[in-house]
């Protein structure tokens, strides 16, 4: 490459629960700058998530980073053209890449379902994906699967 990588911006942590990845989760979906909207569906989002979770005994944050895990991505796939064909290679993921997916995955999901508020939405997601179900989880099994299936070009890496 010829520039440099651009150096990591330090993220301050959130004002309730100081932590460096709720700011990150909120960042990501905060739109139009818009960060004390985002904050205030993230943290209802977390109230309906300990409401419904009662029978769980761990927290609110507690049962988000579960399910944040539960839908993080390995692996994935990339196109690689090789001899005027297109290959999907499995590839490892980053760390920091990985929770990217999968914060940007399950804010997707949330979207996408119907009704409701968006922190009505966000809670179903996450109550889902620390349950091992629901949109979000089904997008890292589909990739799981097709890293999987396509494990033999692996030696294209690159």
């Known amino acids: 490459m010829r520039k440099t990588k651009p150096k990591k911006r330090i993220l301050l942590p959130d004002p309730k629960f100081n932590d460096t ?9 905060m739109l139009n700058g818009k960060k004390s909207v985002a904050y205030k569906i993230f943290y ?34 990339k196109s690689r053209r090789v001899g005027g064909a297109t290959f999907q290679v499995p590839t490892e993921i980053r760390p920091d890449r990985k929770i ?9 999901f949330a979207k ?3 009704g409701q508020s968006m922190s009505e939405r966000l809670a179903a997601e996450i109550l889902a994906s620390y349950n091992e179900e629901g949109g979000a989880f ?4 589909d990739t799981h699967r097709m890293a999987e299936a396509n494990k033999a070009f692996a030696h294209f890496r690159f």
């Open 112 to 114: 996408k379902r119907g």
């Open 44 to 77: 209802d989002a977390l109230e309906i998530v300990e409401e419904k979770g009662k029978d769980i005994e761990a927290s609110a944050l507690d049962i988000w980073k579960k399910a944040i895990e539960n839908i993080t991505p390995q692996v994935e796939v």
């Open 100 to 108: 990217s997916i999968s914060m940007k995955n399950l804010i997707f």
């Open 21 to 29: 990845m709720v700011t990150r989760f909120i960042n990501n979906m």
């Open 138 to 141: 089904k997008k890292k099994e």
